[in-house]
């Protein structure tokens, strides 16, 4: 588990990648890596995310491949078993943490408040999603880490080529990109791959 708790650590940034199916998910899958990124977050807002996770693990073994938006147990289970190597949610759920402890799976959850940041934490998280990060702001990351700088954050939304080393200058440990991949792109492979490699290009 802590190796993939370091792996997410060391590769800085993860696509978290929605789409409206699998081959829409897998376009922005394939220009994400080739734009260098090598942790991938396959959301199950998507229908086809188990499928997409299965496609990855098998094709491309040393990119780190994890499911988001999972938020009831079955959903962490049928991502596990497709090969998911961490589970993120947009808030907290004990059921979910207890059996990411169980699988030795990293669970990265939700949280906005200190209160949830120090509940979750205190039930043995080791990295917090903030979420949403365009509300909460960088400055509530720079707060939380002067009275607590144990603190490990991954933040996600409102990170983009204009501030994301401001997030990492803040105190995050990883960032996680989702609209600023796919923005002004329709879908598009070449665009999607021009705007990863210029936020990559950002980080310090």
Not at 2 to 24: D, F, P, T
Not at 79 to 90: E, H, K
Not at 122 to 142: A, S, W
Request: aromatic fraction near 6%; hydrophobic fraction near 45%.
């Amino acid at each position: 588990m802590y190796q993939i708790l370091n792996k997410i650590k060391e590769n800085k940034v993860v696509a978290v990648v929605r789409g409206q199916n699998e081959q829409e998910a897998l376009n922005i899958i394939l220009a994400s890596i080739e734009g260098g990124i090598k942790s991938i977050e396959v959301t199950f807002t998507n229908p086809d995310a188990q499928r997409v996770i299965e496609t990855l693990k098998l094709k491309y073994p040393s990119i780190l491949v994890g499911a988001g938006t999972v938020i009831d147990l079955e959903t962490a289970r049928k991502a596990i078993l497709a090969g998911a190597s961490f589970i993120v949610s947009p808030n907290f759920d004990l059921d979910i943490l207890h059996y990411c402890k169980e699988q030795n799976v990293p669970y990265l959850p939700g949280c906005m408040t200190v209160n949830e940041i120090l509940y979750a934490m205190k039930k043995g998280v080791e990295i917090i999603k903030l979420f949403p990060g365009n509300v909460i702001g960088k400055e509530f990351v720079k707060a939380i880490k002067e009275p607590l700088p144990h603190i490990q954050v991954m933040v996600t939304g409102g990170v983009d080529q204009s501030n994301i080393n401001e997030w990492f200058e803040a105190g995050c440990v990883a960032v996680g990109l989702a609209g600023s991949i796919t923005k002004d792109t329709n879908n598009d492979f070449t665009k999607i791959l021009t705007n990863v490699k210029g936020i990559l290009q950002e980080v310090k």
